[in-house]
């Protein structure tokens, strides 16, 4: 068969100039930057050093709302913003944060805005911060709040205290956290659209996700959009009932046309109810996505902030099957969005789900076709632009394809099969950045009598390079290593892939935290701690943690002392720390993954005690003769092995040393 090989940002731009609410047969996928409370992780910094990965599988990343936020000293997930042309947010700075969107459209990356324009914070009741930009000066008054904000409340503070709101009521479903914005205002929609072009035209942001849109009329979001004429525009409507999420989205109609996708709830309950429920038959439920009037405006999701499982709060997660089903996601129409955690914690299987999806070309608008269902599994076809794609999840043994499907990749609960007639080597292992050792298995994708060649140079194989027979594992060893596997059919190697891997020799490694509380004169230290990879919970789970009574002595100090285990070069601890029953109490000290000392200041922020990080502690790692140390278990702050340390600081042995 003839393939088409298009890079996904390419396909991306020649469809900016047609976009209409969402590009049509886009192939791309989407990832939330963010999860609750994921103010580490999804800092603009710690985004923009994930870049090139990312560009590998994502060509949009919807991130939070990087707005200023009137929190008064904690941190904001962005929902109750203050200000809209100030973008110093919980997640960084400004510059941090351009410097962000800048380096993923180098990268081919569109950012997506999570954008906030339900409901806006006050200072007091109803008094809006005064903006400029451009020299345009932009303000929200009280006139701009919907005449029913807060269930009548608002309307009868404001009039006791000489204020007017709106004579309009709310166009959409009120929310009592904030105010309500009236969208039948001039000044209301004057602002909203100066904000949106801000966001596109100076920040450089690629499209919206719409918050809350069930709270005004999806005509106002229209206006909007035609306006500001993003690429993407995606609402979250949040409903499980599909023809109502499909009228949401001819509300947004402008002369005809659909300005905004939709978040596919129905989709996502879908799955949820699928899984949940081990009845896999249940993903022939009707979505979005299964409607082909509407799957191009169909974005898909099986989890986002506000239905994972948090620590403080079960919310709506779907308990069992992560890999399935995002392995179902990702082998059907509509644009998938895939949840940061999810690719955080199973990486390795959804870069090679997207692998799939990409080398099939499967786009919004695919058609698909259901080729079993039943409790136990389902198996669906779905035709990309390039070939199709088999997938099937629950317990794959319950169904076997014909001999036209050849396996490609398979995990717990999901198989994707490509057809014989693609013409392909494969390999099953996504390029990225691994923490061991790892191993490839080579498959011939045909129906020809076939061997594969491979090289690990990075150079392209021929006929000459190394012959083995599909199904062949090879390994692959710490360091760099591009391998490219092609098809030997007689003397003619075709369907050549590549593949290339940063493997890390990482070892966990203790770090120890020191304390000293002279100057605040605390007699005892709670520590309280989470972040990372989730394992660094005190034992002691409520507030206010692990009261820490074993101290250490270094320079003629005293210090409380606790020792955590660093499992992963992005692993890290943040800690808050008190005394007595929890008060008073230090601010957040975030992203610790090496020994540290802290003083704990009389200085404070918020109510809450600063704290100051010092140099104790910190020893001179020696050195042999012929410049290298005496014990080759060195590792530099960001866990990779080195044999010949330079100048810096490096862990041995769980302590921090350095090299002079």
Request: negative net charge.
């Amino acid at each position: 068969m003839k393939k088409i090989y298009t890079t996904l940002f390419a396909l991306a731009m020649a469809l900016t100039a047609m976009a209409q609410g969402w590009p049509a047969n886009y192939q791309g996928v989407m990832l939330q930057g963010f999860y609750w409370d994921s103010f580490n992780d999804s800092q603009w910094t710690s985004l923009k050093a994930q870049a090139d990965e990312l560009a590998q599988y994502f060509t949009l990343v919807w991130i939070p709302q990087s707005g200023k936020c009137n929190d008064n000293g904690w941190n904001s997930m962005g929902y109750d913003d203050y200000y809209w042309f100030d973008q110093n947010s919980s997640f960084g700075t400004e510059a941090q944060l351009r410097s962000l969107i800048t380096t993923f459209k180098t990268k081919g990356i569109g950012t997506i805005a999570d954008v906030v324009v339900n409901h806006r914070n006050t200072n007091g009741w109803v008094t809006f911060p005064k903006e400029v930009y451009n020299g345009v000066t932009y303000q929200l008054l009280p006139s701009d709040i919907c005449a029913d904000d807060d269930n009548g409340q608002t309307k009868a503070w404001a009039e006791a205290n000489g204020y007017s709101l709106s004579t309009n009521n709310d166009t959409g479903e009120g929310w009592n956290g904030m105010r309500d914005l009236d969208h039948k205002s001039t000044n209301v929609q004057t602002c909203v659209k100066a904000y949106l072009g801000f966001l596109l035209n100076d920040l450089g942001y690629a499209g919206f996700r719409y918050d809350m849109v069930k709270g005004f009329s999806a005509s106002f979001l229209g206006q909007y959009n035609k306006a500001s004429a993003p690429t993407f525009s995606v609402g979250e409507y949040w409903d499980g009932n599909k023809t109502i999420v499909a009228n949401w989205l001819n509300s947004t109609k402008v002369d005809g046309d659909i300005q905004s996708a939709a978040f596919d709830f129905p989709f996502r309950y879908t799955v949820r109810d699928a899984i949940n429920n081990n009845n896999w038959g249940k993903l022939s439920n009707t979505s979005l996505m299964a409607d082909a009037a509407y799957r191009r405006y169909a974005v898909t999701f099986v989890e986002n902030h506000d239905t994972e499982k948090r620590s403080n709060a079960n919310q709506d997660p779907i308990k069992r099957d992560t890999l399935a089903a995002n392995a179902y996601l990702l082998a059907m129409p509509g644009t998938p969005c895939v949840f940061f955690k999810h690719w955080k914690d199973c990486k390795k299987d959804i870069a090679q789900m997207i692998n799939v999806r990409q080398f099939a070309g499967i786009h919004n608008q695919s058609e698909y076709n259901m080729f079993s269902s039943a409790s136990t599994h389902y198996a669906v076809r779905t035709s990309g632009a390039n070939c199709d794609l088999l997938c099937v999840v629950g317990d794959v043994t319950k169904y076997t394809p014909t001999n036209r499907w050849i396996k490609v990749i398979e995990g717990y609960h999901y198989s994707y099969f490509l057809p014989n007639d693609a013409n392909t080597a494969w390999i099953d292992l996504a390029s990225g950045e691994y923490l061991s050792e790892q191993t490839a298995t080579l498959t011939a994708v045909t129906n020809e009598n076939a061997q594969i060649v491979y090289t690990t140079d990075g150079s392209t194989p021929t006929a000459s390079s190394t012959k083995v027979a599909s199904g062949t594992k090879v390994n692959i060893p710490v360091g760099t290593t591009t391998l490219k596997a092609g098809l030997l059919i007689g003397s003619t190697v075709s369907g050549i892939v590549s593949r290339t891997y940063n493997i890390i020799d990482f070892q966990p490694f203790d770090i120890t935290i020191y304390v000293n509380t002279d100057q605040v004169g605390w007699s005892n230290v709670n520590f309280w701690t989470w972040g990372g990879d989730g394992s660094h919970s005190p034992t002691n789970n409520n507030w206010p943690g692990d009261k820490v009574s074993t101290t250490v002595e270094k320079d003629g100090k005293q210090w409380f002392t606790h020792t955590y285990t660093i499992n992963s070069p992005s692993d890290f601890v943040n800690f808050v720390f008190s005394t007595g029953s929890g008060s008073p109490q230090t601010v957040d000290i975030e992203n610790i993954s090496e020994d540290t000392f802290f003083e704990i200041s009389t200085e404070t922020e918020g109510g809450k005690n600063k704290v100051n990080v010092v140099s104790t502690g910190i020893e001179e790692l020696q050195m042999t003769n012929d410049n290298s140390v005496m014990d080759d278990a060195i590792y530099d702050l960001q866990g990779r092995r080195v044999t010949n340390p330079t100048h810096g600081i490096y862990i041995r042995g769980g302590k921090k040393f350095i090299v002079r």
